[in-house]
T-cell receptor
Framework: KNEVEQSPQNLTAQEGEFITINCSYSVGISALHWLQQHPGGGIVSLFMLSSGKKKHGRLIATINIQEKHSSLHITASHPRDSAVYIC????????????FGKGTKLTVNP | DGGITQSPKYLFRKEGQNVTLSCEQNLNHDAMYWYRQDPGQGLRLIYYSQIVNDFQKGDIAEGYSVSREKKESFPLTVTSAQKNPTAFYLCASVWAGEKYGYTFGSGTRLTVV
């Protein structure tokens, strides 16, 4: 079993839909990251959170420490949101190492 | 602008040859990391370095080597001992204590033929 599990693996939506991607983890982490990877491969960090909720534009990330669960929400989705979204956790212990989920491929159709 | 530069973007090598992937950052980050990405799998840690002249093996270090002679540079050598080197390689860096999150490079896609 992977230490970080994401669902769904693939997600297709129509423009304007509200989207939720889920992440569960089974290891001790000091922070949870949501990353975005576009087809070219480069990765952009969207959020880093250790509690509560963060919002940036149409993106919202939440984390429930007790349940070891995080969600990424996209409101009013747009075709330019199409990408792979990756959940990752910083392993506790001071090395700042990340453990990654396998990613969720999101396709938003016009 | 600060960031991480990985070069080259695409690299082709013959089987049996060593190849070095470059990673340079001008963010003054303390820690640097190399990850490997294969289709359908999460990124996996190859090596990391938290200070100059020191580095640690990650989960899949066999067949790879690194150096950290300067704070801003963390090159990765894929040796002929790496049995399946064709993959996408990502470099990342972060401040010690991770106050502001990671910065990732744009990656190098290595194909060994």
């Amino acid at each position: 079993k992977n230490e970080v599990e994401q669902s769904p693996q693939n997600l297709t939506a129509q423009e304007g839909e509200f989207i939720t991607i889920n992440c569960s983890y089974s290891v001790g982490i000091s922070a949870l990251h949501w990353l975005q990877q576009h087809p070219g491969g480069g990765i952009v960090s969207l959020f880093m959170l250790s509690s509560g909720k963060k919002k940036h534009g149409r993106l919202i990330a939440t984390i429930n420490i007790q349940e070891k669960h995080s969600s990424l929400h996209i409101t009013a989705s747009h075709p330019r949101d199409s990408a792979v979204y990756i959940c990752a956790g910083t392993i506790q212990g001071g090395s700042e190492k990340l453990v990654f989920g396998k990613g969720t491929k999101l396709t938003v159709n016009p | 602008d600060g960031g991480i530069t990985q070069s080259p973007k695409y690299l082709f090598r013959k089987e049996g040859q060593n190849v070095t992937l470059s990673c340079e950052q001008n963010l003054n980050h303390d820690a640097m990391y190399w990850y490997r990405q294969d289709p359908g799998q999460g990124l996996r840690l190859i090596y990391y370095s938290q200070i100059v002249n020191d580095f640690q093996k990650g989960d899949i270090a066999e067949g790879y080597s690194v150096s950290r002679e300067k704070k801003e540079s963390f090159p990765l050598t894929v040796t002929s001992a790496q049995k399946n080197p064709t993959a996408f390689y990502l470099c990342a860096s972060v401040w010690a204590g991770e106050k502001y999150g990671y910065t990732f490079g744009s990656g190098t896609r290595l194909t060994v033929v």
